[in-house]
């Protein structure tokens, strides 16, 4: 249960990440 719900959000979390950095840095 506990792996499903962080296999949701690493996938979204990881793209994201890398734009969002570059704008805040």
Known sequence: ???????AILPPS???DKPLRLPLQ
């Open 1 to 7: 249960c506990l792996i499903e719900a962080l296999d």
């Open 14 to 16: 990881r793209p994201t």
